[in-house]
C-alpha cells in the first residue's frame, strides 16, 4: 500500500522543520554568540517556518496563511544568505540593507489582498521574482566572496578562508537547485502541473542540510570571533603608541602565551586576550599586526598546532585520535585543526604522525 503523495510531502517538510529548529537551538545554546551566529539563527527559523507551511499546506489544504507564507517567505532566502556573508565579513548593517526584504513585504501585502482566491496567473506573477531573486543573491554572494578571496592570498584568516569555501559551496547548491527547478517548472507548466511540489520542498530541505553540515563542519557556527585580516603599518601612522612602549607591550604578549594555556580554550578571542593581558584591544591589534607581523588568529593558532605537535609526539596513539588531540589544542573543528596544522608545519597531523612514528 502506498503512502498518498501529500503525506509524504508533509513528513519530508515535516523532517526538514525539525532540523531546522534543531540547528537554531545549537546556535540559541552557544557562549560568546556573535553578529553570523544571529543572523544564521534567524535563517534557520524562516527555513523552519517556510517548511512548516509547506508542510501545512499538504496535510491540512484548507488553511488560509499556509499558501501565502510558501508564496512569500522564498524571497527570504536571498536577503538572509547576503546578510550572513556581510556579517561573516565584519561589513556592517546600514538602514539601506533593509531594501533587500522589501519584495518579501510587497508580496506578502499583496497576498493577502488577493487571497484566499487567487487569479490563475498569480503563481506565475509570484515565481518570476522570487526565481529572480534566489539566482541573484547567491550570484552576488559568490562574486563577492570571490573578491575577497584574492585579499586572502596571505591566508592571514585562515578560519575566514575556510568559511568563504563552504559559503562558495552553498551558493552553488543555491544555483544548481534553481537551474534544475527551472528545468522541471518548464516541463510541469506545460502538462498544467502546479509549481511548488515535491522537488521544492526537497530542494530548500537540501540547502538548510548543508548550510548546517558545512556551518558545523568548518567551525564557523561556533568561531568564536571573526578572523581579523592585518592592517597595513601605514595605518597605524599616528598610532599614540611609542616605539619602546610597543615593544614593551609585545614581549608582554608573548610571555603570556608562553606560560598560559588560554589559548587551548576554542572560544579564545582577542577580547580576551586584552583582558588577560591589559592593553586595550585596538592597541593589541596595531601590535600584533605591526610589530609581531601576524594575525591574532596565525598566533593563537600557532601555539595550538606547538601544543598539538607536543601531544603527537607522548599521546597513546591507540586511545587517542587526532580529532581529540585537536579538540584539547583548542580547535573547534577537524578541518580547522588539519588547516592550521599544515599551513604552520607543511604537513597534515597523519603525516607528522608518520614520520615521528618511523623515526
Given at each position: 500500500m502506498f503512502l498518498d503523495n501529500s503525506v509524504i510531502l508533509g513528513v519530508i517538510a515535516g523532517i526538514g522543520t525539525l532540523q531546522g529548529f534543531l540547528f537554531a537551538l545549537l546556535l540559541l545554546a552557544?557562549?560568546?554568540?556573535?553578529?553570523?551566529?544571529?543572523?544564521?539563527?534567524?535563517?534557520?527559523?524562516?527555513?523552519?517556518?517556510?517548511?512548516?507551511?509547506?508542510?501545512?499546506?499538504?496535510?491540512?489544504?484548507?488553511?488560509?496563511?499556509?499558501?501565502?507564507?510558501?508564496?512569500?517567505?522564498?524571497?527570504?532566502?536571498?536577503?538572509?544568505?547576503?546578510?550572513?556573508?556581510?556579517?561573516?565579513?565584519?561589513?556592517?548593517?546600514h538602514l539601506r540593507d533593509s531594501l533587500h526584504f522589501l519584495p518579501f513585504l510587497v508580496f506578502g501585502v499583496l497576498c493577502f489582498y488577493y487571497s484566499p482566491n487567487f487569479p490563475p496567473s498569480w503563481d506565475l506573477v509570484i515565481l518570476f521574482p522570487k526565481i529572480a531573486s534566489l539566482m541573484v543573491y547567491p550570484?552576488?554572494?559568490?562574486?563577492?566572496?570571490?573578491?575577497?578571496?584574492?585579499?586572502?592570498?596571505?591566508?592571514?584568516?585562515?578560519?575566514?578562508?575556510?568559511?568563504l569555501g563552504w559559503i562558495r559551496i552553498i551558493a552553488f547548491l543555491f544555483l544548481i537547485s534553481i537551474g534544475v527547478g527551472i528545468l522541471r517548472m518548464t516541463v510541469e507548466l506545460s502538462v498544467g502541473v502546479r509549481y511548488f511540489e515535491l522537488w521544492d520542498i526537497i530542494r530548500y530541505v537540501v540547502l538548510l542540510t548543508a548550510i548546517g553540515y558545512f556551518g558545523l563542519r568548518y567551525g564557523m557556527v561556533y568561531a568564536p570571533e571573526l578572523a581579523y585580516v592585518p592592517k597595513a603599518q601605514s595605518n597605524y601612522k599616528y598610532s599614540p603608541l611609542k616605539k619602546n612602549e610597543i615593544e614593551?607591550?609585545?614581549?608582554?604578549?608573548?610571555?603570556?602565551?608562553?606560560?598560559?594555556?588560554?589559548?587551548?580554550?576554542?572560544?579564545?578571542?582577542?577580547?580576551?586576550?586584552?583582558?588577560?593581558?591589559?592593553?586595550?584591544?585596538?592597541?593589541?591589534?596595531q601590535?600584533?599586526?605591526?610589530?609581531?607581523?601576524?594575525?591574532?588568529?596565525?598566533?593563537?593558532?600557532?601555539?595550538?598546532?606547538?601544543?598539538?605537535?607536543?601531544?603527537?609526539?607522548?599521546?597513546?596513539?591507540?586511545?587517542?585520535?587526532?580529532?581529540a588531540i585537536g579538540y584539547e589544542s583548542g580547535f573547534n573543528s577537524k578541518s580547522a585543526f588539519f588547516h592550521n596544522f599544515k599551513k604552520v608545519t607543511g604537513k597534515t597531523p597523519k603525516q607528522f604522525l608518520k614520520e615521528i612514528g618511523s623515526s
Amino acid at each position: 500500500m502506498f503512502l498518498d503523495n501529500s503525506v509524504i510531502l508533509g513528513v519530508i517538510a515535516g523532517i526538514g522543520t525539525l532540523q531546522g529548529f534543531l540547528f537554531a537551538l545549537l546556535l540559541l545554546a552557544k557562549k560568546g554568540r556573535q553578529r553570523p551566529d544571529c543572523v544564521l539563527f534567524t535563517w534557520f527559523l524562516v527555513f523552519s517556518l517556510h517548511l512548516l507551511a509547506a508542510m501545512g499546506k499538504y496535510l491540512y489544504p484548507g488553511l488560509f496563511p499556509f499558501p501565502i507564507l510558501i508564496m512569500t517567505l522564498g524571497f527570504l532566502h536571498g536577503p538572509f544568505f547576503l546578510l550572513y556573508y556581510a556579517a561573516l565579513v565584519n561589513r556592517k548593517w546600514h538602514l539601506r540593507d533593509s531594501l533587500h526584504f522589501l519584495p518579501f513585504l510587497v508580496f506578502g501585502v499583496l497576498c493577502f489582498y488577493y487571497s484566499p482566491n487567487f487569479p490563475p496567473s498569480w503563481d506565475l506573477v509570484i515565481l518570476f521574482p522570487k526565481i529572480a531573486s534566489l539566482m541573484v543573491y547567491p550570484s552576488l554572494v559568490l562574486y563577492l566572496s570571490n573578491q575577497r578571496k584574492e585579499r586572502l592570498r596571505q591566508d592571514y584568516a585562515g578560519n575566514l578562508a575556510l568559511a568563504l569555501g563552504w559559503i562558495r559551496i552553498i551558493a552553488f547548491l543555491f544555483l544548481i537547485s534553481i537551474g534544475v527547478g527551472i528545468l522541471r517548472m518548464t516541463v510541469e507548466l506545460s502538462v498544467g502541473v502546479r509549481y511548488f511540489e515535491l522537488w521544492d520542498i526537497i530542494r530548500y530541505v537540501v540547502l538548510l542540510t548543508a548550510i548546517g553540515y558545512f556551518g558545523l563542519r568548518y567551525g564557523m557556527v561556533y568561531a568564536p570571533e571573526l578572523a581579523y585580516v592585518p592592517k597595513a603599518q601605514s595605518n597605524y601612522k599616528y598610532s599614540p603608541l611609542k616605539k619602546n612602549e610597543i615593544e614593551r607591550y609585545a614581549a608582554t604578549i608573548t610571555d603570556f602565551l608562553d606560560t598560559n594555556e588560554a589559548y587551548l580554550d576554542a572560544d579564545f578571542s582577542l577580547s580576551m586576550l586584552s583582558n588577560s593581558v591589559n592593553i586595550p584591544k585596538h592597541h593589541l591589534s596595531q601590535i600584533i599586526n605591526a610589530e609581531m607581523n601576524t594575525s591574532f588568529y596565525s598566533l593563537i593558532n600557532s601555539k595550538r598546532v606547538a601544543h598539538a605537535i607536543q601531544k603527537l609526539k607522548v599521546s597513546d596513539k591507540a586511545n587517542y585520535t587526532l580529532e581529540a588531540i585537536g579538540y584539547e589544542s583548542g580547535f573547534n573543528s577537524k578541518s580547522a585543526f588539519f588547516h592550521n596544522f599544515k599551513k604552520v608545519t607543511g604537513k597534515t597531523p597523519k603525516q607528522f604522525l608518520k614520520e615521528i612514528g618511523s623515526s
